[in-house]
C-alpha cells in the first residue's frame, strides 16, 4: 500500500510561483511513474507532469513546458512540482497518482492505482 500526500498549494496572484510536494508513505516501487494531475471545476481532470522513478525521466503537458517542473528527492521519497509564472487559469485541485502507465500514457489516469488526496491552487488576477 502507498499513502501520497500532497502540500503546497495556496492563494498567489498572477505571475507567482508555488511549490507543491507529494510526499510517499510505505512501499514504493522503483518502476513507478508518480504524475501531478489537476482539475478545475466544471473541467475534466489533466495530467500535468509526470516523473518515471526508474530513471528520473520528466514528461509535461505541452501546454505547460517551460512553467512548470517536475522533480524528486529520492532520500526524502517526495516528488516536486515548482510552479512558476502563475496564470488564473492554472487554478484547481492538484493531485499527485502513482502507477505503470505507459510512456505515450503517462497522463492516463485508469493507470494510477494510488492518489493523494489533492492541495488546492488558486491564481487571482
Known amino acids: 500500500q502507498v499513502v501520497l500526500v500532497e502540500s503546497g498549494g495556496g492563494s498567489v496572484q498572477a505571475g507567482g510561483s508555488l511549490r507543491l510536494s507529494c510526499a510517499g508513505f510505505?512501499?514504493?516501487?522503483?518502476?513507478?511513474?508518480v504524475t501531478w494531475f489537476r482539475q478545475a471545476p466544471g473541467k475534466e481532470r489533466e495530467g500535468v507532469a509526470g516523473?518515471?522513478?526508474?530513471?528520473?525521466?520528466?514528461i509535461y503537458a505541452d501546454s505547460l513546458k517551460g512553467r512548470f517542473a517536475i522533480s524528486r528527492d529520492n532520500a526524502k521519497n517526495t516528488v516536486y512540482l515548482d510552479m512558476n509564472s502563475l496564470k488564473p487559469e492554472d487554478t484547481a485541485m492538484y493531485y499527485c497518482?502513482?502507477?505503470?502507465?505507459?510512456?505515450?500514457?503517462?497522463?492516463?489516469?485508469?493507470?494510477?492505482?494510488?492518489w493523494g488526496r489533492g492541495t488546492q491552487v488558486t491564481v487571482s488576477s
Open positions: 497518482a502513482a502507477g505503470y502507465p505507459p510512456l505515450e500514457r503517462w497522463y492516463g489516469s485508469e493507470f494510477f492505482r494510488f
Open positions: 516523473i518515471y522513478l526508474s530513471n528520473s525521466r520528466t
Open positions: 510505505g512501499y514504493t516501487d522503483s518502476s513507478m511513474c
